[in-house]
């Protein structure tokens, strides 16, 4: 029986990459200097540090520019509140959200039993949900459905078996 996988994943190496260009874009630009500007990667944990608020809202910019040109999606970033650090200075975390939430998998099942065609079956497992159909156009009716919802959260379609 033909089926895929719905998951929210992101490449770790491309959000690297664009946390690299940014921390360069930084080093290099004339209203970042003697701001102590920085932008640290650790794990899916992004923290940005520098000397006031309007500077911490032109690094979340050229962070974004950056992610968005090496294809991470904007939809699975979430910031934290902005925190005053030491030496009158600000900092903030951002953290890439990924895995679908046991939420967010309630509101796939329920959006596939509504709008997908008859016979279309999902179910949860763990972090994916997993879509079954014994017609292959379904199933890609059911991801036209899928990428056309906005449910605040990037999704792939995976594991496409026939």
């Given at each position: 029986?033909?089926?895929?996988?719905?998951?929210?994943?992101?490449?770790?190496?491309?959000?690297?990459?664009?946390?690299?260009?940014?921390?360069?874009?930084?080093?290099?630009?004339?209203?970042?200097?003697?701001?102590?500007?920085?932008i640290?990667?650790?794990?899916?944990a992004i923290?940005?540090h520098?000397?006031?608020?309007?500077?911490?809202?032109?690094?979340?910019?050229?962070?974004?520019e950056?992610?968005?040109?090496?294809g991470v999606s904007?939809?699975?970033l979430?910031?934290?509140?902005?925190?005053?650090?030491?030496?009158?200075?600000?900092?903030?975390?951002?953290?890439?959200?990924v895995?679908?939430?046991?939420?967010?998998?309630?509101?796939?099942?329920?959006m596939?039993k509504?709008?997908?065609?008859?016979?279309?079956?999902?179910?949860v497992?763990?972090?994916?949900?997993?879509?079954?159909?014994k017609?292959?156009?379904h199933?890609?009716?059911?991801?036209?459905?899928?990428?056309?919802a906005?449910l605040g959260?990037?999704?792939q379609?995976?594991?496409?078996?026939?």
């Amino acid at each position: 029986m033909p089926s895929f996988d719905v998951v929210s994943e992101v490449d770790r190496q491309e959000v690297r990459n664009a946390v690299d260009q940014a921390q360069r874009e930084v080093a290099n630009r004339f209203d970042f200097k003697n701001t102590n500007s920085s932008i640290e990667l650790n794990d899916l944990a992004i923290t940005m540090h520098t000397a006031s608020e309007d500077r911490l809202a032109a690094l979340r910019v050229v962070l974004e520019e950056k992610l968005v040109k090496r294809g991470v999606s904007l939809k699975g970033l979430d910031y934290g509140d902005v925190q005053e650090a030491t030496g009158n200075t600000v900092r903030q975390v951002a953290t890439i959200a990924v895995g679908i939430s046991s939420d967010k998998a309630k509101e796939i099942n329920k959006m596939i039993k509504a709008d997908a065609p008859k016979g279309v079956q999902s179910q949860v497992q763990g972090d994916t949900v997993r879509v079954t159909s014994k017609k292959r156009d379904h199933l890609q009716q059911t991801m036209q459905v899928l990428k056309g919802a906005d449910l605040g959260i990037s999704l792939q379609f995976t594991n496409f078996r026939d």
